[in-house]
């Protein structure tokens, strides 16, 4: 497989290198905690195969989704901007400028993409006071934006759910976000602490999210009550500086979790977290491909800090969402 080439060094601004400071230094605590190498066991069911870089963006990629053709979109982290990557070994095409795309980014069924804004220190600790990120309507030929929502905490994740309402989570904040299909804004929708990735079940009834620090673990919100979030799986206590981010499902709905400082990607079965693969540090979001062609249906993809897309064969699904 050709491999994506000429890369840029991601640009460190001041925020940045504290940032990246304050995960390796994570990464150095987990590395160096009594019990730590064990982390968390590995899945039974996974496929063979080690992790290959399939392309590369020149800055922190915070976000990735794929389209029904088989095209990546990633956010940018540092320059706000999103790129489209059209097959495994191309090089990266920056669709939009710097338009503030810092956080989770989803294609909708019309084949549109949204992509949150505001994923930064200020928006985070700010926005249950003053909500006024942005979720952008991105054109995926184009690249044209529009303000699709407005009124919401600094976005770190983004979510959808069948019926086309929209979640979003403020990491830093207590906040997560929602917006319906007829455009009404709710941005407390619900509260949970250090709220980071997110996603829906398939059947729309619940929103899965992952909190990051603090007590990591994954919880389930009943979409029917709100006000009442139930911790689903805690991370186990060796796991206390994994700092657990993006999540996805499978095609058995269960969530998929990548991880910056245990270097593994998590999988949720029977209460507990599993591992379907270790050694990709500094991991941000993990999504599965679409289609026939290009980033293919069932094969499992990671995103992370370096700008880095690795395909997981360990994770690969046929029905991965």
């Given at each position: 497989?050709?491999?994506?080439?000429?890369?840029?060094?991601?640009?460190?601004?001041?925020?940045?290198?504290?940032?990246?400071?304050?995960?390796?230094?994570?990464?150095?605590?987990?590395?160096?905690?009594?019990?730590?190498?064990?982390?968390?066991?590995?899945?039974?069911?996974?496929?063979?195969?080690?992790?290959?870089?399939?392309?590369?963006?020149?800055?922190?990629?915070?976000?990735?989704?794929?389209?029904?053709?088989?095209?990546?979109?990633v956010t940018a982290y540092y320059t706000g901007r999103i790129y489209r990557i059209d097959a495994p070994g191309a090089d990266p095409v920056a669709?939009?400028?710097?338009?503030?795309?810092?956080?989770?980014?989803?294609?909708?069924?019309?084949?549109?993409?949204?992509?949150?804004?505001?994923?930064?220190?200020?928006?985070?600790?700010?926005?249950?006071?003053?909500?006024?990120?942005?979720?952008?309507?991105?054109?995926?030929?184009?690249?044209?934006?529009?303000?699709?929502?407005?009124?919401?905490?600094?976005?770190?994740?983004?979510?959808?759910?069948?019926?086309?309402?929209?979640?979003?989570?403020?990491?830093?904040?207590?906040?997560?976000?929602?917006?319906?299909?007829?455009?009404?804004?709710?941005?407390?929708?619900?509260?949970?602490?250090?709220?980071?990735?997110?996603?829906?079940?398939?059947?729309?009834?619940?929103?899965?999210?992952?909190?990051?620090?603090?007590?990591?673990?994954?919880?389930?919100?009943?979409?029917?009550?709100?006000?009442?979030?139930?911790?689903?799986?805690?991370?186990?206590?060796?796991?206390?500086?994994?700092?657990?981010?993006?999540?996805?499902?499978?095609?058995?709905?269960?969530?998929?979790?990548?991880?910056?400082?245990?270097?593994?990607?998590?999988?949720?079965?029977?209460?507990?977290?599993?591992?379907?693969?270790?050694?990709?540090?500094?991991?941000?979001?993990?999504?599965?491909?679409?289609?026939?062609?290009?980033?293919?249906?069932?094969?499992?993809?990671?995103?992370?800090?370096?700008?880095?897309?690795?395909?997981?064969?360990?994770?690969?699904?046929?029905?991965?969402?």
């Amino acid at each position: 497989m050709k491999q994506t080439r000429k890369f840029r060094s991601a640009p460190r601004g001041p925020r940045g290198a504290v940032v990246v400071a304050a995960v390796l230094a994570a990464v150095v605590a987990t590395v160096c905690a009594p019990g730590a190498a064990q982390a968390a066991p590995a899945c039974a069911d996974t496929a063979a195969g080690a992790p290959v870089e399939v392309a590369r963006i020149p800055d922190w990629a915070e976000s990735i989704a794929v389209d029904r053709r088989g095209r990546m979109f990633v956010t940018a982290y540092y320059t706000g901007r999103i790129y489209r990557i059209d097959a495994p070994g191309a090089d990266p095409v920056a669709l939009t400028g710097g338009v503030g795309a810092n956080g989770g980014i989803v294609v909708r069924g019309d084949g549109t993409l949204l992509a949150g804004t505001g994923n930064d220190l200020a928006h985070s600790l700010t926005g249950g006071l003053f909500p006024v990120s942005e979720l952008l309507l991105v054109d995926p030929d184009s690249g044209r934006v529009r303000t699709y929502a407005s009124g919401l905490g600094g976005i770190d994740g983004v979510a959808l759910a069948p019926d086309g309402t929209v979640y979003t989570t403020t990491l830093g904040g207590r906040t997560i976000g929602r917006v319906t299909p007829d455009g009404r804004v709710d941005p407390a929708w619900a509260r949970l602490g250090e709220p980071n990735g997110i996603a829906v079940s398939p059947d729309g009834s619940e929103v899965y999210v992952v909190q990051t620090t603090v007590a990591p673990g994954l919880y389930r919100i009943p979409v029917a009550d709100p006000a009442h979030p139930v911790r689903w799986i805690p991370a186990a206590p060796r796991d206390a500086l994994a700092l657990p981010d993006g999540l996805t499902l499978d095609g058995l709905g269960r969530p998929l979790i990548a991880t910056h400082a245990s270097g593994q990607v998590w999988r949720a079965e029977s209460g507990s977290l599993c591992a379907v693969e270790t050694g990709l540090h500094l991991s941000t979001q993990v999504t599965y491909g679409h289609g026939d062609r290009g980033f293919s249906a069932g094969r499992l993809y990671r995103a992370g800090v370096d700008g880095r897309i690795y395909e997981v064969p360990a994770g690969f699904d046929p029905a991965g969402r």
